[in-house]
């Protein structure tokens, strides 16, 4: 994969399904490299394949499609060009789409009432004079902002107190085709000082349920709670009492609640270390009873409710660098397996009878696959132009022995060719998530460009139970450190790879990790720090997971703190270091990155910082298009230079998945 067939990526979102379980539509997303933006379409398909995806919305970017529960519209998200996005209306049965709202800072994802007559959603509320609420008044005019709180900045929002998300219920209008008729006028259901989200409806239609924080602590921890409110504004009452943190509410037919939620942060709300968020119960006293164990599931897909159908719960679980689909009975019976292997399940819906999942694995961003009768269809095919190049290739699992005999998993990607290839270790973000089975554009990168891509899930990641991810608590730079090096030290023995010649490289906590390594030996050719957490005590006032985050994995004790800085440990790099960030990140702050390449600099390192406008904390993920494809030129122009690799060209056998292989297995 070339940096510019980024071009050729076609991203599927979260499918909805029509209640008949006859049509599957989902928004598929694509860089526009030359107009340097995002373009997203709504592509309706078949569930029994019958026929081919065909694309049913002609937007400019467009997103998150619900089916009405009578089946005749679909609500979704759209944005025009340069603006934010609103909600839209399409009839199934064709025609063109009408825009339902207007809201200066944009609408969140659409929830249709059980009667098909009105939407509900969450959209932020800007105080007056401030986000262009008033014209002449830029950012730089605005007055002052007198901040009181812990918790008033967001990556990839910004500050938060001044535009607070709100719950609005909007009645569909009776001339629904009709361009020239008014906007309907939304009803705002919440007001404060607090945040909402994840909307969902009662089964009599006559309140809705939300997650927001309005405990009296809810500045000082992390926990979320399940609310309700009339659709006429009253009776807003607090579902849960509990200490956990709740996200995507959903009612069961009788009108139980059911959640996705961590259920236990602690006495003090926010003890994060390790802990899973997994379908949860919501009992008559508010209490979150889990419907699998936290202690070994992990709620891993990016569907943004809890999904019910047919008397159970359907749930993503990471599993070993993979994404199963769990089926999950409501009555406490025994979940069923319906994918698994090396899959990611990225998205879950389900209609009439049907489960469509948004299926991912290591040469697919994803297609829909249908699962109906016990059988599996393939229902799309929007991978196939960037599969057919032949420039995508297989990851190899591996596991290697840590110095203390615990299991290290993880995956080796090589280019077509004997070798020796030089290699790129690389360490994930997180800590707390997980390499695994999808199309990663940066391995993918690297592979074409003629190095073996080296990764793991070290202790501390997710996927492998909770017990694995406590294992660097208070101990970073420990048995993280001992795990990566011993995985990369075992897949040095294939001859293919080149044990000479290593770098590494690594983004967040990988970015940390990367920088700790490279001041603990000279081993590596050369490193590329990415967005990188490096000094935990500057982090706590600028990081907006500072003032949390560092007590619960680092601890407080100063020696400690010292003991697991990359920076304290920077006057000792001399391998040469490529330093990238974001100028508006504030996941982990630009100072993070830009200490460490003053470090570096200042004593004769071969070093390089590499900055990013208007970016926050996603870039390599979310950012401009330009920007991720100057990215990939910068990367490699940087291990081009300190760590040349010849490349040899793969071999496209025609089937389509790029693989080399001739099977065109692209479904689970």
Same mark, same amino acid.
Not at 60 to 84: K, M, N, T, V
């Given at each position: ?26 928004? *598929?997303? +694509? ?86 007559? +009105? ?13 262009? /609420? ?40 009776? #001339? ?37 924080? +309005?405990?009296?602590?809810?500045? +000082? ?17 607090? *579902? ?19 959640? /996705? ?35 070994? #599931? ?38 069923? *397996? ?22 991912? #694995? ?17 229902? /799309? ?31 080796? /990607? ?53 017990? #694995? ?200």
């Amino acid at each position: 994969m070339r940096p510019d067939d980024l071009a050729l990526l076609r991203t599927p979102g979260v499918p909805t399904v029509s209640p008949d379980g006859r049509m599957a539509v989902v928004a *598929v997303e +694509r860089l526009d490299l030359g107009a340097d933006e995002y373009r997203g379409q709504l592509w309706a398909v078949p569930t029994d394949a019958s026929a081919p995806a065909r694309p049913i919305s002609a937007g400019h970017r467009d997103s998150a499609p619900a089916f009405s529960p009578d089946g005749r519209w679909i609500a979704y998200l759209g944005a025009e060009r340069g603006g934010q996005p609103q909600i839209w209306l399409l009839a199934t049965a064709g025609g063109e789409p009408r825009r339902l709202t207007d809201h200066p800072l944009g609408a969140g994802t659409p929830v249709w009432s059980p009667d098909s007559r +009105r939407l509900a959603y969450v959209a932020r509320v800007p105080e007056h004079g401030r986000y262009g /609420t008033v014209e002449g008044i830029g950012p730089e005019a605005e007055p002052p902002r007198l901040i009181t709180t812990l918790q008033f900045r967001e990556d990839g929002v910004g500050f938060v107190t001044d535009r607070r998300s709100q719950v609005f219920v909007l009645d569909l209008p009776p #001339h629904r085709h009709d361009d020239a008729a008014p906007l309907p006028e939304p009803v705002q259901l919440t007001s404060g000082d607090a945040d909402c989200a994840d909307v969902a409806w009662r089964p009599d239609g006559a309140a809705v349920a939300f997650v927001s924080a +309005r405990h009296p602590r809810a500045d +000082r921890d992390l926990v979320r709670d399940v609310h309700e409110i009339g659709t006429d504004g009253t009776g807003l009452r607090r *579902v849960t009492g509990s200490r956990g943190r709740c996200a995507g509410p959903a009612y069961g037919s009788d009108g139980t609640l059911y959640v /996705t939620a961590v259920p236990d942060l602690g006495v003090d709300g926010l003890d994060v270390v390790a802990r899973s968020p997994v379908p949860c119960r919501i009992a008559d006293d508010g209490a979150l009873h889990p419907l699998l164990d936290p202690e070994a #599931h992990h709620r891993g897909d990016d569907t943004p409710a809890t999904v019910l159908a047919d008397g159970a719960l359907l749930v993503g679980v990471e599993r070993r660098g993979s994404v199963e689909l769990l089926r999950v009975p409501l009555d406490g019976g025994p979940a069923e *397996v319906l994918v698994d292997g090396p899959f990611t399940v990225r998205g879950i819906a389900a209609g009439g009878g049907v489960v469509v999942a948004t299926v991912a #694995h290591d040469r697919s961003a994803g297609e829909l696959v249908a699962l109906s009768g016990g059988g599996r269809r393939l229902l /799309t095919a929007f991978g196939r132009e960037l599969g057919a190049t032949g420039r995508l290739h297989r990851m190899r699992e591996r596991t290697a022995t840590a110095p203390d005999g615990y299991p290290v998993h993880g995956w080796v /990607t090589t280019p077509p060719g004997p070798g020796p290839h030089p290699v790129l270790l690389t360490v994930h973000g997180g800590p707390f998530s997980q390499y695994g089975w999808t199309l990663l554009d940066e391995t993918q990168v690297l592979v074409s460009a003629g190095y073996a891509v080296v990764q793991c899930n070290p202790r501390g990641s997710s996927g492998y139970g909770a017990e #694995h991810g406590r294992g660097i608590r208070h101990g970073w730079g420990g048995l993280d450190a001992a795990d990566v090096l011993a995985f990369l030290d075992a897949v040095l023995e294939d001859p293919a790879l080149d044990a000479d010649r290593v770098g590494v490289t690594g983004g967040s906590y990988g970015g940390y990790l990367t920088a700790l390594l490279i001041g603990r030996t000279d081993r590596f050719a050369a490193a590329v720090v990415e967005r990188a957490f490096t000094d935990p005590v500057s982090f706590v006032g600028s990081g907006d997971t500072g003032w949390y985050l560092v007590d619960q994995y680092l601890g407080t004790d100063p020696a400690r703190l010292a003991e697991q800085s990359a920076l304290v440990a920077a006057p000792a790099i001399t391998t040469p270091t490529l330093v990238v960030h974001a100028e508006q990140d504030w996941a982990t702050p630009l100072e993070q990155g830009q200490r460490l390449y003053v470090e570096l600099k200042r004593r004769g390192v071969p070093s390089e910082l590499l900055l990013f406008p208007g970016e926050g904390h996603d870039l390599s993920r979310s950012g401009r298009p330009r920007h991720r494809l100057a990215r990939f030129e910068h990367v490699l122009r940087w291990w081009a230079r300190w760590l040349p690799a010849e490349v040899d060209s793969p071999l496209d056998d025609g089937d389509g998945d790029g693989d080399g292989d001739g099977d065109g297995d692209l479904v689970p």
